[in-house]
């Protein structure tokens, strides 16, 4: 059974940084497409980026484009997102997301729910 464990979240101040990690286990990793959605209070889920199998193709949100990167180390089973120039906007639960099949960013973009495994979700809070 695939688990995913997210960790990093934290307050921060407005235009500061963050980099949240996810660990994953149960299957081999380096296999399938990852990726992060968020949910902000009284909002739904959204997309927020995807990576490939091999972390050479990334995808986002615009909303977020420039300033977070998604990324992930295949040896250490995990896949990660570095934020800057963090916005009020942006506060909400970060879920990491595994495709259940594939391999590609698509897998992760346009995949129905039950193509995806989620993790529990980590708070992120930007405030001064």
């Known amino acids: 059974q695939v688990q995913l464990a997210e960790s990093g979240g934290a307050l921060v101040q407005p235009g500061g940084s963050l980099k949240l990690s996810c660990a994953s286990s149960?299957?081999?990793?380096?296999?399938?497409?990852m990726g992060w959605f968020r949910q902000a209070p009284g909002k739904e889920r959204e997309f927020v980026a995807a990576?490939?199998?091999?972390?050479?193709?990334?995808y986002y949100t615009d909303s977020v484009q420039g300033r977070f990167t998604v990324s992930r180390d295949n040896a250490k089973n995990t896949v990660y997102l570095s934020m800057n120039s963090l916005k009020p906007d942006d506060t909400a639960i970060y879920y990491c997301?595994?495709?259940?099949?594939?391999?590609?960013?698509?897998?992760?973009?346009?995949?129905?729910?039950?193509?995806?495994?989620w993790g529990q979700g980590t708070q992120v809070t930007v405030s001064s």
């Open positions: 990576i490939n199998w091999g972390g050479h193709t990334t």
């Open positions: 997301v595994a495709s259940r099949t594939g391999s590609s960013t698509t897998d992760i973009v346009q995949a129905p729910p039950p193509n995806l495994i």
């Open positions: 149960g299957r081999t990793f380096s296999n399938y497409a």
